[in-house]
Nanobody, 122 residues
Framework: QVQLVESGGGLVQPGGSLRLSCTAS????????MGWNRQAPGKECELVAS????????KYADSVKGRFTISRDNAKDTVFLQMNSLEPEDTAIFFC???????????????WGQGTPVTVSS
């Protein structure tokens, strides 16, 4: 079965940086676009970034453009999210996501991974 295991979250001060990792298994990783969702307390799951299967095309939510960078290493079945200039509003649980047959992405918590929490606070 598809498994997406997130790591790298933590507590960081405003303006700081974190690098999240997602290790995938149970499917041919290089065939699928991947993304990162986040879910803040009391809010809906939000897709903040995605990357094409070959890693050449990326998309970002307006709220993170210029601050976050998504990338992938297909040889390691891993997708990354480099987060810079973090803001308190970025506080959320971050989940890895996989492309669906309809061209959208899985929702927060759809797979085995528990997500990785990010807290931005002074």
């Amino acid at each position: 079965q598809v498994q997406l295991v997130e790591s790298g979250g933590g507590l960081v001060q405003p303006g700081g940086s974190l690098r999240l990792s997602c290790t995938a298994s149970g499917f041919t990783f290089s065939r699928y676009a991947m993304g990162w969702n986040r879910q803040a307390p009391g809010k809906e799951c939000e897709l903040v970034a995605s990357v094409s299967s070959d890693g050449h095309t990326t998309k970002y939510a307006d709220s993170v453009k210029g601050r976050f960078t998504i990338s992938r290493d297909n040889a390691k079945d891993t997708v990354f999210l480099q987060m810079n200039s973090l803001e308190p509003e970025d506080t959320a649980i971050f989940f890895c996501a996989r492309e669906t047959p309809l061209g959208d992405f899985s929702a927060c918590g759809d797979y085995w991974g528990q997500g990785t929490p990010v807290t931005v606070s002074s």
